[in-house]
């Protein structure tokens, strides 16, 4: 990627026109994804069907305007593809369909279980609501944002609103289950950490493009590393110093994790230098020592990482900062699930409380579907993160091929600091599992990192269509 002139793409703006590919490869394109939609809306309705025959014995009496819903969530999207973006990857939409699908049905089911334990509202219908807002926000980026590179125009400005909404739970009072990542405006709240990931890979991939070159040819070699110059380190630390006041203003270890990792995978993508890896592995390693031994939250999360079914224990003998039983739930709703799972609406995903609709929704698949779903639904996550990786090798455009780069890594991180907190891998991080777990800041900001890989895939199916024949 360092080194190499990229001839721009065309476009009305410039005066020019892109290529256009022949109407048969187009035509395959997007026949492929309404075969794939429609294989995601019948796993989904079927899930649903299922749910409530297995929970209530009867069928629901939503499956008509859920599957309805369901339909019009791929069609729509669907259709404006074929029109505005036809050569888009036809993998992306149905495997983000699919995940919100399956995430509603594990709702579903949750809300027979809480209601019943917790007589806790439902949370189905909502969720399907915000799936709805999603998709829309999604079409609407497809249907203004025609070039993705104009974005590289406003890279500065990005970056200042990423930072004013990263810092800004911290300036609210009062903290949501131990950590500041929520802003209040009224009965309203959203999640401005789930937004920012977005916008800090747009503002890293346009600063890279510009610096690269600076940050891959400098520096000296020190056992064959080649160390970045102190100049050129300036960015790097300022990002680390960055992710640990959101660490200790806002007890955030997710979403610090996630922007560093973010920055470091994507310059590492840029300058192809492991110096730069090495020097963002140290950092975090250094940075998540000191913050984990003084910052009381998020050492209570260590504790129950390291000890999670010291919990049982008498009161005087748990280790000092565990109070919650959380992760020994999860371990043995894993545990009871063998291969295959209990079943669908036969297990007890509800005893680990108001975090089972959350970042322990794949307890339920874990418990219910067995290590057989944990592994699909890792292989779905899998796919979209492949997919994505290889829009950015497909893309010839320097801005596109790392702003896809940037949104693939995104997605994976997230996921694993959620999995992996989830299966006892690392400390629980409190951030929702895309797609599945509730939420609608998640859910939104999902289905905007889908629209956005959705048109940087449609440039650069275009930029390598071969010439129409007369």
């Known amino acids: 990627m360092t080194g190499v002139t990229v001839e721009p793409l065309r476009t009305q703006d410039d005066g020019g026109e892109a290529p256009v590919p022949p109407p048969a490869a187009r035509g395959r394109r997007r026949l492929r994804e309404a075969v794939l939609l429609c294989l995601a809306v019948l796993i989904s309705t079927f899930g649903y069907l299922y749910a409530g025959l297995a929970t209530t014995g009867e069928i629901p009496p939503q499956l008509a305007g859920f599957a309805g819903s369901m339909v019009c969530l791929a069609l729509v999207p669907h259709l404006v593809l074929r029109r505005w973006a036809p050569d888009a990857d036809p993998l992306i939409l149905p495997l983000a369909t699919l995940l919100s699908g399956i995430g509603l049905v594990l709702l579903f089911r949750l809300d027979f279980a809480y209601a019943k334990r ?48 990263l810092m800004a739970p911290a ?54 590393f080649r160390l970045p110059p102190g100049r050129q380190l300036a960015p790097i630390l300022a990002v680390w110093v960055l992710s640990l006041m959101v660490l200790v203003l806002e007890r955030d270890l997710g979403t610090s994790l996630i922007f560093f990792g973010l920055f470091v995978v994507m310059l590492y993508a840029a300058t192809e230098r492991t110096s730069w890896v090495v020097c963002g592995l140290l950092m975090a390693a250094v940075g998540a020592a000191a913050v984990g031994s003084t910052e009381p939250h998020v050492k209570g999360r260590i504790v129950a990482w390291l000890h999670p079914f010291d919990i049982y224990l008498p009161k005087g003998q748990r280790p000092p900062g565990l109070i919650s039983d959380q992760a020994a739930q999860a371990l043995f709703g894993f545990g009871s699930g063998g291969v295959t799972g209990t079943g669908l609406g036969r297990g007890h995903p509800e005893l680990i409380g108001f975090a089972g609709r959350s970042d322990f929704i794949l307890t339920t698949v874990g418990e219910e579907l067995g290590l057989a779903g944990v592994m699909a639904i890792l292989l779905l996550y899998a796919l979209l993160v492949q997919r994505g990786l290889s829009v950015a090798l497909r893309s010839r455009d320097p801005f596109g091929k790392l702003l896809a780069v940037g949104l693939a890594a995104a997605l994976a991180l997230q996921v694993f600091v959620v999995a992996g907190g989830v299966l006892g891998l690392i400390p629980l991080t409190g951030k929702a599992l895309p797609f599945l777990a509730k939420g609608g800041s998640s859910l939104v900001a999902n289905w905007l990192m889908v629209a956005l890989l959705l048109r940087i895939s449609d440039a650069a199916g275009r930029e390598r269509a071969p010439a129409c024949p007369e």
């Open 118 to 165: 917790y007589e806790s509202p439902g949370t189905a219908s909502g969720q399907l609501l915000w799936t709805v807002i999603g998709v829309a926000v999604c079409v609407g980026v497809l249907l203004v944002l025609r070039d993705h590179r104009r974005l590289q125009r406003y890279i500065y400005l990005t970056m200042a609103v990423a930072l004013v909404l």
């Open 171 to 224: 300036a609210f009072p009062g903290d949501t289950y131990g950590a500041k990542r929520w802003i209040f405006l009224g009965p309203l709240s959203f999640q401005p950490g789930e937004f920012v990931k977005t916008m800090i890979a747009v503002f890293f991939a346009g600063y890279l493009v510009t610096h690269r070159d600076a940050l891959a040819l400098t520096g000296r070699k020190v056992l064959g």
